[in-house]
């Protein structure tokens, strides 16, 4: 079985494990692969949080899983509770750095926004995960703990209701963490795991054109979600600096590579700026954008009503009437397009959010608490 460590954690996470992976490494430690199966319906099903509640297994077999592994590498530091019922949490990674997972509830469901690293390089500046760069990815087992966390809030609750879908959007960019993404994705897609379905969970990438064609081949029914949020060159850079090193030419062709590969329906989320990218211009350029591509049933425009971050405040919320404008427009060309539900309006809702604002307190405290204690 490969390194899959945690930082600072001297025990690696029992949930970065895939089931396979556990069955082998039973194998080598003389244990029986069938063992993987019944520790896993403890890890997904029965979600305990000890080793000793796996009753069925024998006490020597639980001290080998408490031995090499842990079940617990995150903790609660600060959580908030909007009155639309979501939920944001700031969790403490084992090496001390924080990481936001947000729970929001739907008609259809509850979803949960994950966090795929500890900040971002990407640099959008509008986004308040990008105001601290990247210190380093999660692991596979990073990510799926923050659904067992959310999933674990929910079984305390009187009805019991379970985590139906996930969204890889929350800190950083998905396919910069490639690989642990795509571990996370078929643990908790397996029907022995959290047995998500793969429809229902959808990965939002910036445009890392060489991933998106990677996953175009992965074979898996998982949705995806492209941050686009501008439809030329000029206005796009301007706003995402990723659009220098990738321009629009070049991610539309691998958009396209990928609605060839897998005839399967992409979304292009885009955020409305007030009078930087919510003009009718704009969203003639979009239209364009999109009719180009010669596949309307393919794709769906996600418009995003803008939270507004204090460290940007160049930036503002898009108007009612040019909110309705800019959709009209698509929709006059045939283009299915919605403006997406608001969730947590009334907590630190925008990505990044409530990190930053508790690692700049604490910036600040910190200086203070050393003279009182010198």
């Known amino acids: 079985m490969s390194d ?13 494990i895939t ?20 520790i896993w319906n403890w890890l997904y099903v029965k979600r305990v949080d000890t080793f000793s509640e796996m009753s069925d297994l024998s006490i020597s077999t639980r001290w080998l899983l408490d031995k090499h592994f842990s079940l617990t590498t995150m903790v609660e530091d600060t959580l908030q509770r909007s009155k639309d019922g979501t939920i944001k949490c700031l969790l403490k990674l084992s090496d001390g750095n924080l990481i936001e997972t947000v729970l929001m509830k739907h008609a259809y469901g509850l979803s949960i926004c994950v966090t795929t690293q500890v900040g ?22 990073e990510i799926v703990e923050q659904v067992r966390y959310m999933q674990k809030k929910l079984d305390l609750e009187a009805d019991k209701k379970r985590v139906s879908h996930i969204v890889v959007m929350g800190i950083g960019e998905p396919f910069d963490n490639y690989d642990n993404v795509l571990r996370f994705i078929r643990i908790v897609n397996h029907p022995q795991g959290l047995a998500i379905g793969a429809r229902h969970i959808t990965v939002s990438t910036s445009g ?16 995806l979600a492209l941050s686009l949020h501008a439809a030329n060159n000029e206005l796009r850079t301007r706003i995402m600096k990723l659009n220098k090193a990738i321009p629009i030419e070049k991610l539309m062709e691998a958009v396209d590579y990928y609605l060839d590969q897998t005839n399967r329906r992409i979304t292009f989320e885009y955020i409305l700026l007030k009078d930087v990218n919510d003009l009718e211009s704009s969203a003639f350029d979009l239209a364009n954008l999109i009719l180009a591509r010669n596949r309307l ?9 803008y939270n507004p971050v204090h460290e940007f405040d160049h930036y503002k919320r898009s108007e009612s009437k040019a909110i309705h404008r800019f959709v009209s427009i698509l929709r006059a060309q045939g283009i299915n397009a919605v403006v997406r539900g608001e969730h947590g309006t009334d907590i630190d809702a925008a990505c990044g959010q409530l990190r930053s604002k508790q690692l700049k307190a604490r910036a600040a405290i910190r200086p203070i608490a050393i003279g009182i204690n010198s």
Request: glycine letters at 6%; charged letters at 20%; a positive charge.
């Open 208 to 223: 890392l054109d060489r991933k998106i064609r990677a996953f175009a081949h992965e074979g898996l029914q998982v949705n």
């Open 4 to 16: 899959l460590s945690t930082p600072n954690c001297p025990k690696q996470s029992i949930y970065n």
């Open 297 to 305: 049933h393919l794709i769906h425009v996600n418009l995003i009503p």
């Open 120 to 141: 971002c390089n990407i640099g959008c500046t509008f986004c308040a995960s990008g105001l601290l760069t990247k210190s380093r990815d999660l692991t596979a087992g």
């Open 19 to 38: 089931l396979k992976d556990l069955s082998d490494w039973l194998i080598e430690q003389g244990e029986k692969s069938f063992r993987a199966t019944q």
